[in-house]
């Protein structure tokens, strides 16, 4: 669709979603959009890269953009990820800024702010997993005015839940008041710049981060060998993918863990991630997995290259300046 064809009321607004590692910043962005597109676990440091989630209510297109959580970490993964959420901030309209209730906020909030070095321009402070703690009791009214001594540009704050879903509609109801006259981003219905690809490989390191322990979720990176959609002379028919992926790990002792005994871990890693991969599509997915060895792929240019994350101006230096 052109610009100059969409909707003369249509409203729009992009906003960062951005915080410390597990406050919930994809629990949160899957309850707004209505379904699960970015991954979940219980482990931090689960979402990689930055990327939109988009939907509309009304004639409002809210695309919001999912970021890692901001800490520190030498390696190049985490200085790379650390980037994401830079670059995810850059450009939006308004900055959220998630802070779980059930940790010590202003240390938290400290914290990120040491470790996100961009300027936080407009911004409401999301207080998350209201459900865990007694809501009655909430009182932070002194926190709030500390946080706002830190982060001057701190305009709102909601006391939210991604889970009961408690206060999502107030906050929705802000956000549609607070969007801009202007063209959609994704007149079309996508829901994101990122590709079907791109989500694959998402869904299988999901599995990745629920079905392994301890450090191995960390160690683990998924990259797509081959994406072929089978071509088909009805087009009506339902499509169907071959998809050929790699499960890299850092060391070969954790390729027989991933493999499992009998191949049983990596077949429920496939068989979990091929049912999420075909909600997706819509279609038959053939999916298969394969583990390779590749020593520290974590501080591996070419493969952090290869999942979508780009050197940051914190990245190692590559070569020496004469
Ligand atoms: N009880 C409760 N748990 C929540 C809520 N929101 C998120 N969680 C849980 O918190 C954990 C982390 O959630 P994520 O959404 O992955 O957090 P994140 O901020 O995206 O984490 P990273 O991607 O690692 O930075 C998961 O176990 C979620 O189920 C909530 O509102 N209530
Ligand atoms: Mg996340």
Redesign the pocket.
Known sequence: MLLEDQHPHNKSIMIAVL?K????????INHLLGFDLSI???K????RNNFHCAFTIDRTEVVLVDT??VHSNAQELNKRMNGQAQMGAEGVDLNFV?LDLTTDIVTEFKDFLKNFESPLLKTWIVF??A??VNKEAIVLTETLKVLKELCPSIEKSFII???DGHNIHELTGAIQDASINGPHLYPNGDVSNKSQRFFATEYIREQAFRLLKEELPYEVAVVIDEYKDVKKKDETATPEAHISASILVNRPSQRAIVVGRGGSIIKEIGVNARKKIEAMTGGKVHLNLHVKVSPKWFNNNFVLDEIGLPRTQNSARVWRKK
């Open positions: 915080g590692p597990n406050v919930g910043k994809s629990s949160f979940v676990s219980s931090p440091q689960t979402t890692p959580g998630l998350t997993k459900d865990l839940s991604s889970k």
